[in-house]
């Protein structure tokens, strides 16, 4: 029998899954609507906004796809892969990325770090209203290297629901769209028998 925790946390990640992925489907659809009006003046800015919409709502499902899904049959991931992934789905909020390899040699990196990264950025991503860095240092292992994720920019402020998760235990009771990726986040690094640790300062904040 399936535990409640298990449905509840799949019933919220698709929850959050169609939430960030109504904004640029409404507006693909709005934009056919504005073609279909078929007004000449409107027709460019329509055809761009469904092109501009399209393509995010594509990034993200390739995104979701391997951070949520399971994309990847074997227990590896190719490490450029993840690069790419993360690089091109940033781009809506105009942010930068920049990888530290600090001892960290391999191609390949371990399936469930893979997507605590990937899931983290996303955390990340939700968090910065407006442009900012996102610093990435990979150590060690050169299959389960250990991560840190340092952010800065101008609003950059966790939300303190997705604090709670990283710094108490918290029952699924209190699991919400919020917070569902922290504490996804959570049991991925204790299924590698990692941890993560939270750290913040004024404008800025980080994972380890």
């Given at each position: 029998?399936?535990e409640k925790?298990q449905v509840?946390?799949?019933e919220?990640?698709?929850?959050k899954?169609?939430?960030?992925l109504?904004s640029p489907?409404?507006?693909?659809?709005n934009g056919?609507e504005?073609i279909?009006e078929?007004?000449?003046?409107l027709?460019?800015q329509?055809?761009?906004?469904?092109?501009k919409?399209?393509?995010?709502?594509?990034?993200?499902?390739s995104?979701?796809?391997v951070?949520?899904?399971?994309?990847?049959?074997?227990?590896?991931?190719?490490f450029?892969?993840?690069?790419?992934l993360?690089?091109n789905?940033?781009q809506?909020k105009?942010?930068?990325v920049?990888?530290?390899v600090?001892?960290?040699?391999?191609?390949?990196?371990n399936?469930l770090?893979?997507?605590v990264?990937?899931?983290l950025?996303?955390i990340?991503y939700?968090?910065l209203t407006?442009?900012?860095h996102?610093?990435?240092?990979?150590?060690?292992?050169?299959?389960?290297?250990?991560?840190?994720?340092n952010?800065s920019?101008?609003i950059c402020?966790?939300?303190?629901d997705?604090?709670?998760?990283?710094?108490?235990e918290?029952?699924?009771a209190?699991?919400?769209?919020?917070n569902?990726?922290?504490y996804?986040c959570?049991?991925?690094?204790?299924?590698?028998s990692?941890?993560?640790?939270l750290?913040e300062g004024k404008?800025?904040?980080?994972?380890?």
């Open positions: 029998m399936v925790k509840k946390l799949s919220l990640l698709c929850s899954l169609c939430h960030d109504v489907i409404s507006a693909v659809n056919m504005f279909d078929d007004k000449s003046d027709n460019d329509a055809i761009e906004l469904v092109k919409s399209s393509e995010q709502a594509s990034r993200k499902l995104y979701y796809r951070s949520m899904g399971s994309a990847a049959p074997e227990d590896i991931m190719q450029n892969d993840v690069v790419d993360i690089e789905f940033v809506d105009n942010l930068s920049g990888w530290v600090d001892g960290y040699t391999g191609n390949n990196i399936k770090i893979g997507k990264l990937m899931n950025v996303l990340c939700d968090t407006r442009s900012g996102i610093e990435i240092t990979l150590s060690e292992d050169i299959i389960k290297p250990n991560i840190t994720i952010v920019g101008e402020t966790l939300h303190i997705i604090k709670s998760i990283f710094q108490t918290v029952s699924e209190l699991l919400t769209v919020r569902v990726l922290a996804y959570k049991q991925l690094a204790l299924e590698s990692k941890s993560i640790e750290k404008n800025h904040f980080s994972f380890k």
